[in-house]
């Protein structure tokens, strides 16, 4: 198949985005060039441009933020909006479809976000700040996943399923909390236009209207600006908005594969052109199995597929160069030790261990779950580990909490701290792992 030029250029960045860690090390990308920007000479123009404001106006309407808030209320609402794709996705046909499935990832997700709250909450009783309780609960998918990936196909494949639907269980959770916990004055007459609005898209979805732009319009203009002036966060409306969006074909697996079949044939037996033309006939039969591939595929999975590398490779590279830029100074250790850094840092560093862990033993000790084929506790013990990187969901949660407040800066370093820590050694628990198991087959 002859390849177009401009294919050609973009076959390494294609090639990149395709490996398992390439979301993971554009996230490392641009948190490391927000912190180099935030203490280099040009501070200032990191902070500024965060707060250059941006608004629209239609008639007497309208909403006028920074560069900051957008990033965040904006650009997160379609981060929460993919995080919805894929939760419905894991409850219809995925890692959580079952009771059998969804047992062990469930519980020790939950045990993940009680025990990081619980030691949060022990040690900010007195701080002044016990808001960021849910601050730890985080696990960000998208680090932990690229940690796993870096060290190769040796880790078996069970094992990062597990660690996937742990996850996704932890952004639901995040989802809630941010929901019940997070919101800030609340407007009953923006809350019911926005319930109005989420109606529109459930009767789409009942009268199959298949189209994402009107998804898109109804659910990222409609359900999106009601929330926000309601009061509760925007972000809520990408989840109830994504889980809205049909998940059913029109044909089915073999209905589909026996008239592509059938098309082919036929498109097979037309005289071609002496020319790079296809035949009329050859055209409206390529038409057909477009046609055709459309129905099969469901709305959910296209779009889940479609948004994918812009909310990965530009929305949360994004986010991270507008969240991270801590500034590094004499008080940086005085930060961390402080009780909110403490909690933090402890709260993802030996909660979410500590709650992954017990609650995965409970959940099997009472047989109502079993290991990962392939895994054993210390690969458990491992991912439990990867738990513990924090970062984007628990920078979102911090920005909600300590709103400006100086607390924020401070969870930001706790946050950095035992993420890197976490990262690191549940990188080298796994890494011995595999080194221990390549030297029993060479032996």
């Known amino acids: 198949m002859r390849q177009t030029k401009i294919k050609v250029i973009l076959a390494p960045l294609n090639k990149f985005i395709e490996q398992d860690y390439s979301a993971g090390l554009t996230l490392l990308v641009a948190t490391i060039i927000a912190l180099i920007w935030a203490n280099s000479p040009w501070k200032e123009s990191y902070h500024h441009l965060w707060e250059t404001e941006l608004g629209i106006t239609v008639a007497e309407f309208s909403i006028i933020k920074s560069l900051h808030i957008w990033v965040n209320d904006g650009l997160m609402s379609v981060f929460f909006f993919m995080v919805g794709l894929e939760l419905k996705r894991e ?71 597990f660690l996937i639907a742990f996850a996704t269980v932890d952004d639901l959770g995040a989802v809630v909390v941010i929901a019940l916990f997070y ?72 209905e589909y594969s026996e008239k592509v079949k059938k098309l082919s044939e036929e498109f097979e037996k037309e005289i071609p052109l002496k020319a790079s033309l296809v035949t009329h006939r050859q055209n409206t039969i390529i038409e057909k199995i477009k046609m055709l591939s459309e129905d099969a595929q469901t709305p959910l999975q296209k779009l889940e597929y479609s948004l994918s590398p812009i909310v990965l490779y530009f929305i949360m590279p994004v986010f991270a160069l507008s969240n991270a830029g801590v500034e590094i100074n004499s008080t940086f250790f005085n930060e961390l030790f402080s ?90 628990v796994l890494k011995s792992l595999i080194k221990k198991s390549e030297k029993q087959i060479t032996q």
């Open 91 to 161: 409850f219809m046909a995925g890692e959580l479809s079952s009771l059998k499935k969804a047992t062990l990832p469930a519980f020790a997700a939950i045990g993940g976000m009680i025990v990081p709250a619980t030691i949060y909450t022990l040690i900010n009783l007195k701080s002044g700040a016990p808001q960021g309780w849910g601050i730890p609960m985080a696990t960000d998918i998208a680090f932990s996943l690229g940690v796993l990936a870096a060290l190769g196909k040796s880790i078996p494949i069970p094992l990062k399923v």
């Open 183 to 254: 919101t800030s004055e609340f407007s009953l007459e923006n809350f019911l236009l926005g319930v109005g609005f989420a109606s529109m898209l459930l009767a789409g979805n009942l009268l199959d209207i298949r189209t994402p732009y009107f998804y898109a319009v109804i659910g990222g203009i409609g359900v999106w600006t009601a929330f926000l002036l309601s009061g509760i966060h925007a972000t809520i409306a990408g989840v109830i908005s994504a889980f809205m969006i049909p998940a059913n074909t029109l044909v089915d697996e073999k």
């Open 339 to 428: 009780p909110v850094g403490m909690g933090i840092f402890f709260g993802l560093l030996v909660g979410k261990f500590i709650g992954i862990v017990s609650f995965a033993k409970l959940t099997i000790k009472m047989k109502w779950a079993e290991l990962p084929a392939k895994t054993s506790w210390k690969h458990i013990y491992g991912v439990a580990l990867l738990g513990g990187i924090g970062f984007t969901m628990s920078l979102f949660i911090s920005e909600l909490a300590f709103k400006g407040s100086h607390y924020n800066q401070t969870a930001k370093i706790g946050i950095f701290v035992a993420s890197l820590v976490s990262g690191g050694l549940g990188y080298f």
